[in-house]
């Protein structure tokens, strides 16, 4: 079943979303979201996902849980669950 | 963001920065600044899920709870700060290709010791991997 959700896009990726800062997307799990966010909003997936997985320095949350610990790109979705994406803060 | 060119930081809270990364030393200390309309309002410490001297990371469940935060009081995120610890209070590599708050003063204090602390406190711009030096104004 797919699920619609929405999703918090963080001010670094809002040039892809016409600087929308929440946008609506559909899908069963978090892959298929971010496939769905790649149709309307081309170019996103390159900065969420590299060789097919997600980005070691991209949070991904769905409601309050990291999806590294639900899942990663397999978690599922319900109607009316909440993606927020975070850029880790971080550096050396 | 705002447009005011520099970075005006209350003294008080530019001692406390340079105290907790003294405190937190030889690992890298972080936090974040808060506030409203460009102006700096509260210092937030933040834990260095990283414990190294030589990176730094907020937790992932710290850093959507801080987001949160800021997006419920209507505030922004005006500062990411972090230390060196032993080398020049400059953006390393690493920290110029994970900077993603353009909006964000970048500000990095370094513990080594043989500089004195004034000339150890710097701010910059950090937007699309270029890095831009601004001023800092101490306010007290």
């Known amino acids: 079943m797919s699920a619609t959700v929405e999703v918090r896009i963080p001010t670094i990726l809002r040039p892809f979303t016409k600087e929308q800062k929440l946008v609506s997307a559909t899908g069963a799990d978090l892959a298929a979201v971010i496939a769905d966010l790649e149709a309307q909003y081309p170019g996103l997936a390159d900065r969420l996902l590299e060789n097919g997985v997600l980005r070691r320095f991209i949070n991904v949350y769905i409601n309050d849980e990291d999806v590294r610990f639900i899942g990663s790109l397999t978690a599922q979705l319900k109607s009316g669950d909440s993606i927020t994406i975070l850029p880790a803060v971080a550096g050396g | ?140």
């Open chain 2, 1 to 140: 963001m705002s447009a005011v060119s520099g970075l005006q930081i209350p003294q008080e809270m530019a001692d406390a920065m340079l105290a907790q990364a003294r405190a937190e030393y030889p690992n890298e200390a972080c936090g974040v600044i808060i506030g409203r309309e460009g102006k700096a309002e509260r210092l937030k410490p933040m834990f260095n899920a990283a414990a190294s001297p030589t990176f730094y990371e907020f937790d992932p469940k710290d850093l959507l709870a801080l987001y949160r935060e800021v997006d419920d009081n209507d505030e922004e995120i005006i500062v990411i700060y972090h230390s060196h610890t032993e080398t020049e209070a400059y953006p390393s590599r690493t920290d110029i290709s994970y900077a993603s708050e353009p909006g964000a003063h970048y500000v990095l204090v370094s513990t080594r010791e043989e500089i004195a602390p004034a000339t150890e406190f710097r701010s910059y711009r950090i937007i699309n991997s270029v890095v831009t030096e601004e001023p800092v104004e101490f306010i007290r």
